[in-house]
């Protein structure tokens, strides 16, 4: 109980401080709430011709959404907060069992429903692309499982999730304001996880615990409930195949033991215009603050090393990626924080210099992720394809498999910021 309390009072602390970070640095305030685009700038700057803007604001007693494209706007009442986020819930937990045949009506019910409450009123979307601000429990939810007609949004549109469009105004300023990364890709995956790793040069056995025991990695864990960390071996073969579309003297492979927080922190990522990696991630709502990835915990002779890439870490970081990938459990979530939305490490990224990123809504499958990501970037280095496109491929190509045909395995990876 004493601990407790004074885990508590650390955090409260830590809480203090970040409101006078937030006070102090004006970028910081500008990503967290940036002025307000008006509807004049929104058409004529930030749209185009393919895009139409869904955002949705949740009330207690009636909710609204504003559907946008470069000539027209439109409003919509909606049902109150209660009704939609009750919904919403139900399909995101629904969504994470799809894959059982025993939930799969009662799956496709629960998709219709929600999505006729959120779209019954609106007229055919005739546009390639829809960006999505999302409220409340609707954040939850991937939108290219939802549906039109009964035919899932993901089948006719790319879709793209906002935190708003005074954020993506900013990111399209920083952006046009840097010089492009260098080289092409740097990939992070495949960590030393435990003390009886085969890579561990020891060979030590009698150690079968989760690495050391690092405070906020332990505290993280007790959190969200995770009781182990163990090797996730597809990520081997999901590293290999993305490293095996660009050129070696333009990569980083950043492996095994080199799949470190030490890595991540040396400024190397900065030279990179695409950033993956492909680990275990840890989303704290309780704590938003102690959510992170985690690395490699120990190193070549068994020793214990910190290998929890917190979030603060990733506010600290400078880089010039045009894209992260954070292949992991649950990196799109975050603690809902009033007045910031989530908090997590979707934002942490996009504060440290990412313009976009794929990151995921539930803990998903390391054998279909593996599949997913070879297909991603496949597109995007072979093909030429912008992030959004590309995943709406790969997309599309997994649940065209019959056994990765459940939204389980393709619907949790969602695309987050700047579509262009």
């Given at each position: 109980m004493r601990l407790e309390h004074e885990i508590e009072a650390s955090l409260r602390e830590l809480e203090q401080v970040q409101s006078r970070i937030r006070a102090a640095s004006p970028r910081y305030a500008e990503r967290i709430s940036p002025a307000p685009v008006d509807i004049d700038r929104l058409q004529k700057e930030i749209l185009d011709d393919e895009t139409l803007l869904l955002e949705f604001s949740l009330g207690e007693e009636r909710s609204f959404l504003w559907a946008v494209t470069d000539l027209t706007v439109r409003s919509y009442v909606l049902p109150g907060r209660g009704e939609i986020e009750s919904r919403a819930r139900r399909v995101y937990d629904l969504l994470n069992r799809s894959h059982r045949r025993q939930v799969r009506r009662e799956t496709e019910l629960a998709i219709a429903d929600l999505s006729q409450i959120l779209f019954g009123a609106i007229d055919e979307i005739e546009k390639e692309r829809i960006a999505v601000v999302s409220d409340g429990a609707l954040q939850f939810v991937p939108f290219a499982a939802l549906e039109t007609g009964g035919v899932p949004l993901l089948t006719r549109h790319e879709i793209v999730h906002l935190p708003s469009a005074s954020v993506l105004s900013v990111l399209r300023r920083e952006l046009a304001a840097r010089p492009p990364a260098e080289r092409a890709l740097a990939v992070i995956a495949d960590p030393v996880l435990e003390r009886d790793d085969l890579r561990v040069a020891s060979g030590r056995s009698e150690a079968a615990d989760v690495g050391p025991r690092n405070g906020d990695l332990l505290r993280s864990a007790e959190d969200t409930g995770l009781e182990a960390v163990a090797r996730l071996p597809y990520t081997r073969d999901e590293a290999e195949a993305i490293l095996a579309l660009a050129e070696e003297d333009e990569s980083l492979r950043a492996l095994d033991f080199d799949a470190s927080r030490k890595t991540v922190l040396s400024g190397e990522l900065s030279r990179y215009r695409l950033v993956h990696f492909a680990t275990h991630g840890m989303l704290n709502s309780r704590h938003p603050e102690l959510?992170?990835?985690?690395?490699?915990?120990?190193?070549?002779?068994?020793?214990?090393?910190?290998?929890?890439?917190?979030?603060?870490?990733?506010?600290?970081?400078?880089?010039?990626?045009?894209?992260?990938?954070?292949?992991?459990?649950?990196?799109?979530?975050?603690?809902?924080?009033?007045?910031?939305?989530?908090?997590?490490?979707?934002?942490?990224?996009?504060?440290?210099?990412?313009?976009?990123?794929?990151?995921?809504?539930?803990?998903?499958?390391?054998?279909?992720?593996?599949?997913l990501m070879k297909r991603f970037y496949r597109g995007i280095l072979e093909e030429g394809l912008s992030a959004s496109r590309a995943l709406r491929k790969a997309q599309l190509q997994l649940a065209s498999q019959e056994r990765f045909r459940a939204p389980y395995y393709w619907a949790g990876f969602v695309l987050q910021g700047e579509w262009r």
């Open positions: 959510s992170g990835l985690v690395l490699s915990l120990v190193d070549s002779n068994g020793g214990p090393v910190d290998g929890f890439l917190r979030l603060h870490d990733v506010y600290g970081l400078k880089l010039r990626a045009d894209l992260v990938v954070l292949s992991a459990c649950r990196t799109a979530l975050g603690g809902e924080i009033e007045g910031e939305g989530l908090v997590g490490l979707v934002r942490g990224f996009m504060y440290a210099g990412a313009p976009r990123l794929v990151a995921t809504l539930w803990d998903v499958r390391d054998e279909s992720t593996a599949e």
